[in-house]
């Protein structure tokens, strides 16, 4: 009989560790205050004045636009190949309309008058004279483009004899046309314009 109430003792058991897990649920209940407690504090902070920016952000952040039909490589094709066309259109008419507005396209810099059988003469500047009885000139062009009226510069080197290496790196110098005197050279000092400083 005495192993009676020790069967006894074991159902009594089980109900206490039933009703431990009914006060586990109140304890949670206490973290479910604090984060309630927690948005007061963003709300404070959301009170707190924003900058302009930031509502311009936060309007923007809540609007994302409509969601659009998704669409095959060809349809995105044929509707790139649209806005193209309409593109080329717009240009097209706004050319005409530039055309008859303006009138005949710009002149540019006219050429330079040179009679036939007189050398070539340019100025540039000394870019190298390391050999020996040879200078590289850089010479630079500005000029009108004809049809856009826009300055283009654009500059040339050339290979120029100087005979007694008076010119150096820097110095403006004025060279002339003249026959070949090395497998590049074409051109011939005629004087320093200034030295470099």
């Known amino acids: 009989m005495e192993e009676a109430p020790a069967e006894d003792a074991a159902p009594e058991e089980a109900p206490a560790e039933d009703a431990a897990p009914e006060e586990a649920p109140a304890e949670d209940a206490a973290p479910e205050e604090a984060p309630a407690d927690a948005p007061a504090d963003d709300d404070a902070e959301a009170e707190a004045p ?4 930031a ?10 636009g409509e969601a659009k039909p998704q669409r095959t490589p060809d349809e995105r094709a044929a509707a790139r190949a649209e806005t193209r066309a309409k593109a080329a259109g717009n240009r097209r008419r706004y050319r005409a309309k530039q055309r008859q507005a ?22 540039g500047r000394v870019v190298s004279a390391k050999a020996d009885k040879t200078i590289t000139v850089r010479i630079d062009v500005a000029r009108r483009h004809p049809q856009y009226e826009k300055v283009v510069r654009r500059s040339a080197t050339l ?3 100087d005979a007694e290496n008076e010119a150096n790196e820097g110095d403006t110098v004025r060279v002339i046309e003249t026959r070949p005197l090395s497998r590049t050279k074409r051109w011939r000092l005629v004087e320093v314009v200034e030295r470099a400083r």
């Open 102 to 123: 303006g009138g005949e396209p710009g002149q540019g810099t006219p050429p330079a008058e040179r009679e036939p059988g007189t050398k070539k003469v340019r100025q």
């Open 159 to 161: 290979h120029a004899h």
């Open 55 to 64: 509502l311009r952000k936060r309007e923007r952040s809540k609007h994302t």
């Open 50 to 53: 924003l900058t302009q920016k």
